[in-house]
């Protein structure tokens, strides 16, 4: 696993670190049951603080992609299916091409939004 978190990009640092994670989860560099490093560990290899981790560990264990397991640590989750990976695939490369871009995380998840309620109208 590796993260590489930029200090001068417009992204959020934890935005960077659950961006990264979600991706590496999504192609399978970090498969189903892999354990990931303590929120504590992983914030001190970055240079972060423990709660920005603890901020991307969290939003990826509520989309479903991460579990803890209490004090046995925090793996990466199973029983997801192949449309939910191949769309978490498509929403990293999005999220990266937004932070290429510049595009700040709130417009870029606005766009994401009309672009779904578009597709319910049609």
């Given at each position: 696993m590796?993260?590489?978190v930029d200090p001068a990009s417009p992204v959020p640092p934890y935005e960077q670190v659950r961006g990264q994670l979600a991706?590496?989860?999504g192609d399978g560099r970090l498969p189903v049951g892999a354990r990931l490093p303590t929120v504590?560990?992983?914030a001190g290899e970055l240079g972060l603080?423990?709660?920005?981790?603890a901020r991307a560990y969290r939003e990826?264990?509520?989309?479903?992609?991460l579990e803890t397991r209490g004090r046995h640590g925090t793996f990466v989750a199973p029983g997801r299916d192949d449309a939910v990976?191949?769309?978490q695939r498509a929403a990293?490369?999005?999220?990266?091409e937004a932070a290429r871009l510049g595009v700040a995380p709130d417009a870029a998840l606005d766009l994401v939004r009309a672009a779904l309620d578009a597709g319910r109208r049609g």
């Open positions: 590796r993260i590489v991706e590496q989860i504590r560990r992983l603080a423990v709660n920005t981790v990826l264990e509520a989309a479903g992609l990976d191949r769309l990293a490369g999005y999220a990266a």
